[in-house]
């Protein structure tokens, strides 16, 4: 039987560059593969399926989290009570092999789903450059892929190559993080904050008495003061002709 599920769960294989399988994939480990045994066990959905086990000794996280140095990894397929089930894809374990495991989040039974599938399992090899190499079908540089032909990419991974990629890809992300809470908060920048100081307005209508006199210039000041002699002088000769008729009349 073939069964063909959704990837987000890890249950199918798309051919896709590395670097993009290694952002997408929530947990990375390196380790050592023990017994396995086959079980019932519910999917995602809730479905009740066959899978196979896998003891898994971690000896790296490389991404991720992971609670314990003792895990279970699974994979859809096996035979179980009499039902046998062959699922297309799947990685595949043998006791003793040293692998880089892509793997999902932790599963309601404690184990975590193969990423991918066979998408997710590379094998170590040592060279005799002594660095350690990843084998897998995962291992798919970016110019073998439709659409990044034009994108360079690394054609053989080394484990201290895929720990740089997984760290670049981390400050990568970070700094987005930071670039976008920025730009969120530059937009507060812009309001400009309401001024504590009264306007006139509100002088003239709640403060009558602080109300700003106008500033008069000095041109404005000797008017002023021209117009202010002669209305005093006007008033001095109306005085002086009152008495003057007074005087006359009492002769």
Known sequence: MFLIGDFSSGTTFVEKPFEDSVKDAP?????????RNVNWANSEDGTRRIYTF??????EVLKG???????QM?????????VGMRVAGTAGFEAGEDVVVFLGQKNSDSSHDVWGMMM??????????????????GVVPKQHIEGHSDTPSVNKWTV??????????????????????????????IKQPKSNFPDQAALNNEAPHLQLQESKSPSDQAAVGFDSFWILMSLGLAAALSVMIIFLKTK
């Open 27 to 35: 947990i990375i480990a390196r380790g050592i593969v023990g017994s």
């Open 160 to 189: 201290e190559l895929l720990r740089q990629l997984i760290q670049k890809q981390a400050r990568d992300e970070n700094k987005d993080k930071e670039q976008q809470a920025y730009s969120h908060g530059s937009k507060d920048l």
């Open 120 to 137: 997710g399992k590379f094998n170590i090899q040592k060279n005799n450059d002594g660095n350690e190499y990843l084998s897998g079908a």
């Open 65 to 71: 989290e992971l609670i314990s140095r003792s895990i």
């Open 74 to 82: 699974r994979e859809l397929g096996g035979e179980k009570d009499g």
């Open 54 to 59: 896998f003891e898994f000794q971690v000896i």
